[in-house]
């Protein structure tokens, strides 16, 4: 499937068009929710139809954008947004805190997002709210439990073993003295979902539906035609029903993924008789995690001390295979993977709606517009409110003056503790998984995931970048965002990989 671009004449005609309609209907309607809520410090509007959106959506990174403005006017402001309104950005670890662990009830997903997710998954987890959200989730809970994970460790293993053997063939056929070059999130992206005890057989070279449906959803570009589409629906989601060619994308997709759900489902069931039914937790289960072990080896292969001193490490086991418990005690591993998760967040911003008028308590006091020292924030009914993860987690403020380098020592020992970013209730003062009870109930399947892959190719394999470790990294701006070599199109870093002698 080819990827969408910005060659959407008719769809960019269609919402030209239509925004001064939509801007005086908005205007006639909005409600008071600007008028309730402090007024603060922020940019200015760039565009007066989309506000600072198209500089959001315009930015290979998001981070530096909010760094900057952040810098400006301190760690809490609003950004203008679509037809008027403006948005909160929430950089304070109090108010981060408690619109996370608050009620559920009060700040919930955009509507926009949540029509995406019906349409995906189902009305299932990822998608309610309030109690809703809270039955179900205590329903599910079982399955994600640390013995449930442990029960899958073999299956990890048996797929990530499946790679090293496709590797081992690349390496006896490759032309490269002692290497082969390879590009490492393709083969990832190949194991499947493992923690569905499912084999897809893409290693075998059988196109699988389930390869097939994630390529596309995860490659898919997030154009500015296709984000400015999707900012608009978050005010009129009758956009996302229009007959605009991003929108027959998602419903093939929506199809794909759904035929996909049934299956995996029916094979859990078939095995546990857990009378699983909720197809939303797919997402949580999907290829987000290789993209985490993808910048773990793209990291490593930058560092290589980092690399050989992680190695020495794994290697304390010999030929053994580590289980659960025993990777949980190898802190250097622990240490790499979370400083990817906090340098490579595969989420880069929680966005959330307030369904009532609400306080936010300040952990330090920040200015009005109006020149007033405030403590605690009003945020009125319908306020859309961004805590930035890609910014926060490399701030400055918070993590030191080497936030933005990868240093994984800083998570040994009590490196966190004399830092403000141990203010941040998140899984290890992060929010990569976000928090309360809205945290991600798959995290322990991801990360003993990660450690488990990581474990056995940095055993079995060196890695290098190409072209010397000064080789710059970016990200290819998707739904779910991916490494890319800084100047090229594709989503895709090839490594150098030799065996371990």
């Not at 700040?107 to 179900?136: C, K, N």
């Not at 290890?428 to 991801?446: I, Q």
Request: some cysteine; glycine content about 8%.
């Amino acid at each position: 499937m080819n990827r969408i671009s910005d060659n959407y004449p008719g769809s960019l005609t269609c919402l030209v068009l239509a925004l001064p309609a939509l801007a005086l209907f908005w205007v006639s309607r909005k409600g008071q929710h600007n008028s309730r809520t402090t007024v603060l410090n922020g940019p200015p509007r760039s565009n007066f139809f989309v506000g600072v959106k198209m500089d959001l959506l315009g930015a290979s990174d998001p981070g530096p954008l909010y760094e900057n403005w952040a810098i400006q006017y301190g760690h809490t402001y609003q950004i203008p947004a679509i037809l008027g309104c403006n948005e909160i950005v929430i950089g304070d670890p109090k108010a981060i805190s408690q619109l996370c662990r608050g009620d559920t009830s009060v700040y919930v997903r955009a509507s926009a997002a949540r029509f995406y997710i019906s349409q995906f998954f189902g009305r299932g987890l990822v998608w309610a709210e309030g109690a809703e959200h809270t039955r179900q989730r205590k329903s599910l809970a079982p399955a994600f439990a640390i013995d449930a994970v442990r029960e899958s460790m073999n299956i990890f293993y048996d797929s990530i073993f499946k790679v090293k053997s496709a590797w081992d063939e690349l390496l006896e056929t490759s032309t490269i003295e002692d290497g082969a070059i390879i590009d490492a999130e393709k083969w990832l992206d190949n194991i499947g979902l493992a923690g569905f005890s499912h084999d897809f057989g893409c290693l075998r070279g059988n196109k699988s539906q389930v390869k097939i449906a994630f390529d596309a959803f995860g490659l898919m570009s997030r154009s500015i035609t296709v984000g400015l589409l999707f900012a608009v629906g978050t005010v009129f989601p009758v956009i996302f029903k229009l007959p605009l060619e991003h929108n027959r994308v998602y419903k093939n997709l929506k199809s794909s993924l759904s035929a996909i759900a049934d299956t995996l489902i029916e094979k859990v069931n078939s095995e546990s008789q857990s009378g699983m039914k909720d197809k939303s937790i797919i997402g949580m289960l999907g290829d987000y995690h290789w993209v985490v072990v993808d910048w773990i080896l793209i990291e490593l292969a930058r560092n290589l001390n980092v690399q050989n001193k992680l190695r020495s490490e794994i290697l304390q086991f010999g030929s053994d295979i580590p289980t659960l418990d025993q990777l949980a005690k190898l802190p250097y591993l622990d240490a790499v993977v979370c400083e990817v998760l906090r340098l490579h967040p595969p989420q880069t911003e929680i966005v959330r709606t307030a369904t009532e008028d609400n306080i936010l308590p300040l952990s330090k006091p920040i200015e009005s517009q109006s020149g007033e020292l405030i403590d605690h924030l009003f945020i009125g009914k319908g306020m859309v409110v961004h805590i930035p993860l890609s910014h926060i987690n490399t701030a400055e403020r918070l993590w030191g003056e080497d936030a933005k380098k990868f240093v994984p020592t800083r998570w040994l020992g009590d490196g966190i503790a004399g830092t403000r970013a141990a203010a941040i209730q998140g899984f290890r003062h992060l929010l990569t998984f976000s928090d309360g009870t809205r945290a991600c109930l798959g995290r322990n399947f991801a990360i003993a995931e990660i450690k488990a892959v990581v474990s056995v190719l940095v055993r079995h394999y060196t890695f290098a970048m190409i072209d010397g470790p000064e080789t710059k990294i970016g990200s290819y701006r998707a739904i779910l965002e991916r490494p890319k070599v800084a100047g090229h199109q594709d989503a895709k870093v090839p490594l150098v990989i030799k065996p371990v002698v």
